[in-house]
DNA sequence: AACGTCGCACTTCT
DNA sequence: CAGAAGTGCGACGT
């Protein structure tokens, strides 16, 4: 399976270095990505003893706990106003096989679809971006109003599979591809109108392991109101975080470049979305 | 607010 | 240890 990772790999079109560099970080991403947990190994990320800080070492949630038994272990992520909850939702041979799927079965947006609106002025987006849902939803973002596809086996297959563990349906999922470590998103919450209010968003990743960074909204800037530190993840290949109310509140979130990243990673927030107002 | 890019200061790597 | 590379984050835009 790793091969043929690997094959697929080689024969997409974006990127720049030589291939055996490609090679050996795609299978050391692989190999790093399955049990790295929410916590950075690296030392300089702080360890709760500081202010806001984030992470303790893996509790069972009591609901999952019934639903599941202690197949699936949890990290809580908490600071004020933050409450997520990590879990690497996919073995690596399960994780390996979906990636695969997904590479080949995707069909991202083009033309319009693929810039934002800001201040006036159009932006490519650094990443690609697709939608699938159930049909009728859409989703407004930045200026451009998403339409889904309609669903496919696999990505059902990840939805079921995060409904059960999660106890959470969803009607719709927003996919973005980072093809290396130079594409990233900016800061920014998922505070769209069209959301059900408080309804949790599960975000599951494939591929590359990237760091993932909260930061209060009051902290930001010049007159900050208050200090909290950012909260700093990885996202693990065949990882779920699934961020709770209020995270999308006061909590932004982004997913920084790292140039040193050389592989392709695919993520899916799977979302409930409200059907669109009667007319 | 939006959410991207840019520039600069700082840190980490080699 | 010094220069290069990588990162964090505020400023800016319409």
């Given at each position: 399976m790793d091969k043929f990772v690997i094959k697929q790999w080689k024969n997409s079109e974006n990127h720049k270095s030589e291939r055996c560099e490609i090679k050996w970080q795609m299978e050391k991403d692989?190999?790093?990505?399955?049990d790295e947990g929410a916590e950075s190994p690296r030392k300089k990320l702080k360890s709760d003893t500081g202010g806001g800080a984030a992470t303790e070492p893996l509790p069972l949630l009591a609901e999952q706990e019934a639903v599941r038994g202690a197949e699936y272990s949890w990290r809580r992520i908490r600071a004020e106003g933050l409450d997520c909850d990590y879990t690497k939702?996919?073995?690596k041979s399960e994780a390996d096989e979906i990636f695969v799927q997904l590479e080949k079965e995707l069909e991202y947006f083009s033309g319009d679809l693929t810039k934002v609106l800001v201040f006036g002025k159009w932006h490519d987006?650094?990443?690609k971006q697709v939608t699938y849902g159930d049909l009728g939803l859409t989703y407004t973002y930045s200026g451009v109003t998403l339409a889904p596809k309609?669903?496919?086996p696999v990505l059902e297959k990840i939805r079921d599979r995060v409904t059960q563990v999660t106890g959470h349906m969803f009607n719709f999922v927003l996919i973005n591809r980072y093809k290396d470590g130079s594409d990233h998103i900016g800061e920014h919450r998922d505070d769209e109108k069209e959301l059900e209010p408080r309804s949790p968003i599960a975000s599951v990743s494939f591929g590359a392991c990237r760091d993932f960074i909260f930061r209060h909204g009051d902290s930001r800037g010049k007159c900050a109101t208050h200090r909290l530190e950012p909260v700093k993840l990885l996202l693990g290949h065949g990882s779920l975080?699934?961020?709770k109310y209020p995270t999308n509140v006061h909590w932004y979130h982004?997913?920084?470049?790292r140039r040193k990243v050389l592989a392709p990673r695919v993520n899916l927030t799977f979302r409930k979305v409200l059907p669109?107002?009667?007319n």
């Open positions: 692989l190999v790093n990505s399955g939702l996919f073995t987006i650094p990443r309609p669903w496919l975080l699934l961020m982004s997913l920084p470049a669109p107002p009667k």
